[in-house]
């Protein structure tokens, strides 16, 4: 006689799944400095296996020696973003006497705007400013200390995902191998399928996102000078930089575009700046992002912003990068699972409609 099977109670199974999640998110908080440059490095290696496959197909290189050219390519395309971004900060650095007389300036103006609105007469106002100054003085070691600790953790950090690029870029049929066999070779069909999807969906979205921030920044640096800001260079690359970072960065764009012009122009010329990022970002968010970057990776608004929110809890700045192309990579897997297809559908909702939507009328 068969045994009935029966089934869990709802409650029973949420408690299961709450427990896995806080079990999970602990590991992935604890393994930060492992899994952080681990998966960059993932990233890389995705964005870099076309060209290491170049040179293995057409000047028959050995796969260390493509992989490691594919790296030197990759660093040679930061290197000279990095340089280009420091020459134009040296031109900001030969002004400093002019720089250090319009802040003197400003903060005489605002000394007489306090004095005015909350009657604190200057005395007062110097003598907090120099409190304050003496306790940062006195904790100076400390701090060089810290911000020598922080710059060498960085070049770590960098390190690793430079390494780790190169590893998986070497090892990759390794890893696939390891994949078909860990999930049964008669589900090798749908592991092969993921792999990839993962890899075309990653490799348009991190190029839809350079080809993106190339666009606003030479949008721009033309609107800039067409107003007649002095480093329109270095500001348009501040926010074609910073333009990267979801929804957070055009923020972070808008307050040093905005201090940079204040501290080398008036009051106007910062006002000016501040609505030409803000009217730069609303055609980008409603025009260009659709367009470029939108559709690749096929996740609606909320659950982009909730995994960027998520992801600055976990892991801070690298988990606000990283959160998109994380979840675009469990909604590839949700899709292939039939159990977990309501998750994908949950992630790219609108999406999943219009696409129903439009086979609907094709069919008709």
Known sequence: MPVKKIAAPFYEKLSLVLVGLIALGY??????????PLIFGFLFAILLLPIGNFFEKKFRLPRSASSF?????????????????????????????????????????????????????????MD????????IMSSGTSVIGTTFGALSSLMLFYSFIIIFTFLILLYRRILLRFLIWVFNEENSGIVLDIVENVQNILRKYILGLLLEMFIVACVACTAFWIIGIKYAVLLGLIVGLFNIIPYVGIFTALALSTLITFATGNVRDAITVALSVLGIHAIDSNFLLPIVVGKKVQLNALISFLGIVIG??????SGMFLSIPVIAILK?????????????????????YKKSAEEAMKTE
């Open 312 to 317: 600055e809890m976990i892991w801070g700045l």
């Open 332 to 352: 590839i897997v949700f899709d292939r699972i039939e159990s977990l297809k309501p998750w994908g559908f949950l992630f790219g909702g609108e999406y999943e």
């Open 128 to 135: 907090y400013v120099h409190n304050a100054t003496s306790k």
């Open 69 to 125: 050219l594919s790296i030197l390519l990759l660093i040679a395309f930061v290197v000279g973003i990095l340089y280009l971004v420091g020459s134009q900060i040296s031109r900001l650095a030969d002004d400093w006497p002019m720089l250090k007389k319009q802040v003197s300036q400003s903060i005489d103006d605002l000394s007489q705007y306090i004095s005015i609105a909350f009657h604190i007469n200057l005395e007062k106002q």
């Open 27 to 36: 590991l992935v908080i604890l393994g930060k400095e492992v899994l952080d």
